[in-house]
């Protein structure tokens, strides 16, 4: 290699060990992780990286495909500052108490700065065991990776609360699943990836100094994360009524969208209110409350119409998980009240908005109601229905057929007559104008989510050693909103192989 050459790839390896400029969360006291090394990986290479997650850390996306940074964010060389450690934390698990758990495949390496002045922890998610792995392998395969990077990505297009997904780095090395698969690891990007379960494993605990690690921890999200809290007459009160609110807030988002996490347990709750561990997600396509995307979840208790519910209740075990601090039942009582509250708020502005509406008037909940069961009846596709709406004119008068499209997409077009001409008269009550509601519609209603089958052409493109359909979905699902006409096909419906998809907790 030429002297040039090798200047520059270490000036590149000195940025990678700038990059990691500090270490919060190893400033805890001991019993909150392990000290780690990540398992190397033979012969890594570059899969993906997201440009607008690379941005914020004021890195070039380019360099990703440099040999310093692919043995970087594959764990095979460790930036200088790093202090790779795996945290621990407990959690309940289809509702019931699952004892302790911690990062059993997630190494954190440390702070970086990002643009905004938010300090964002690196995380390697699939780099080998570690103390909390019990029967797994520390790894993640290139298939739920591909997943991960792509939904964490076009949810923080969409404007969700989320952590982020920097890059994918592969190997060959095979890792057993259901089949024979390879592995891959994503590094995830979040000012904290502290869970409800982080709270619970201490309050559960029969260690010593259980209550004052409960403490310590609760100071140290305070502080680092709520400071405005600090000094509310009850810090801790303060902390799950705000917790609880983003929680609230974060499930209406959802529902909004028609995302399903598939995985609700409390250890995959973040305590700044992200949608975090992104599994066997999924976007609700032909309408039914009642799906359920998550293969292993054979009770449903993760189906849509739950997710509020479930918000709730994870709530609930975070609000016990605080008691010993609280003090008082009745305060932390108080606090977790404000969660239907904050979800119905949430939720009607979110459905006017996505309805065109700009007013909240008593009927419209029955408005609401007729629509869902509506769309329920036409099985109708959740996000072409939200989008085509904006198609819908107010006057009727000429028959004008400004809805022919999605009029077409009914089965029971008498049903959807029916509730149309309540909604025409909905809007004309607001004296709605088409055209200015059309681009409110648009820029709420996204033309582009990451369908199952979308990502499944991806990965199995992956799978053979091409990436580009992977940079080809993360482009246009990096501007849902946007009409983006060469890119047509990607709003489609799903296609019948589709149907035989399934997603579960094998990862
Ligand atoms: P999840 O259902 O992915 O949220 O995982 C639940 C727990 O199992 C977490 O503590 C994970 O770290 C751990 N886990 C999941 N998959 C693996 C794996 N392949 N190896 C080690 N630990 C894992
Ligand atoms: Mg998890």
């Known amino acids: 290699m030429a002297n040039k050459e090798i200047a520059k790839i270490t ?15 190893a400033t805890l006291p001991p019993q909150f992780f392990t000290r780690v090394v990540p398992t190397p990986m033979p ?15 004021g890195i070039d996306h380019a360099a990703f495909s440099d040999d310093d940074f692919i043995v970087s964010f594959v764990g095979n060389h460790i930036p200088a500052k790093a202090q790779p450690l795996a945290a621990v934390y407990s959690g309940h698990q289809f509702g019931v108490w699952a004892g302790q758990l911690g990062d059993g495949r997630a190494i954190l390496l440390g702070d970086v700065a990002s643009k905004d002045g938010v300090r964002m922890e690196l995380q390697l998610k699939g780099a080998g065991r570690t103390p909390y792995s019990r029967m797994g392998d520390g790894r993640a395969v290139l298939r739920s990776s591909i997943r991960e990077f792509l939904c964490s990505e076009a949810m923080a297009a969409l404007g969700i609360p989320t952590s982020r997904a920097l890059c994918i780095m592969g190997s060959d090395l095979p890792v057993m699943r259901e089949t024979v698969e390879s592995a ?10 502290i869970r409800f379960g982080s709270f619970e494993h201490w309050t559960h605990s029969t260690h010593n100094n259980h209550q004052s690690a409960l ?94 519910q479930i918000g709730y209740w994870n709530c609930y075990a975070l609000g016990q998980a605080l ?18 509250i904050e979800y119905k708020n949430k939720i009607d502005a979110l459905w006017h908005a996505k309805l065109g509406l700009t007013t909240q008037l008593p009927d419209d909940d029955q408005l609401i109601a007729n629509m869902f069961s509506m769309m329920q009846s036409n099985h109708v596709d959740f996000t072409q229905f939200f989008r085509r709406l904006s198609q819908v004119q107010t006057s009727n008068v000429d028959n004008n057929n400004s809805d022919t499209a999605l009029r077409d997409s009914m089965l029971d077009r008498a049903a959807f007559d029916s509730w149309a001409a309540q909604y025409r008269q909905r809007l004309q009550q607001e004296n709605s104008v088409d055209k200015a509601r059309k681009e ?10 990451l369908r199952n089958y979308l990502a499944q052409i991806a ?47 094998s990862s």
């Open 43 to 57: 012969a890594p290479y570059l899969v993906a990286s997201s440009p607008s997650a690379a941005a914020m850390i």
């Open 323 to 340: 008691l010993p601090l609280i003090g008082d039942v009745e305060e932390a009582q108080a606090a977790l009240a404000i969660y239907p």
């Open 184 to 193: 891959a690891v994503v590094t995830r990007m979040a000012p904290s990836f």
């Open 459 to 505: 990965i199995e493109k992956a799978q053979n050693k091409d990436f580009s359909e992977i940079e080809t979905l993360l482009n246009i699902l990096s501007r849902p909103y946007d009409e983006q006409p060469e890119a047509e096909q990607y709003a489609a419906l799903p296609p019948d192989w589709a149907s035989h998809l399934e997603v579960s907790c």
């Open 440 to 449: 409110a519609m648009n820029s709420i209603n996204p033309k582009y989510v």
């Open 215 to 308: 403490q310590t921890l609760s100071d140290y999200v305070i502080d680092q994360f709520y400071p405005a809290l600090r000094d509310a007459p009850q810090p801790y009160v303060a902390l799950l009524r705000e917790v609880t609110r983003r929680t609230a807030h974060l499930v209406a988002q959802w529902q909004a969208v028609g995302f399903m996490h598939g995985v609700l347990n409390t250890d995959n709750m973040s305590i700044l209110g992200l949608t975090l561990d992104y599994g066997p997600f999924g976007f609700m396509e032909a309408f039914d409350p009642h799906h359920i995307c998550n293969h292993s979840d054979q009770h449903g208790r993760y189906a849509y119409h739950m997710q509020p």
């Open 11 to 25: 000036n590149r390896l000195s940025h990678m060990d700038e990059l990691i400029f500090d270490h919060s969360f």
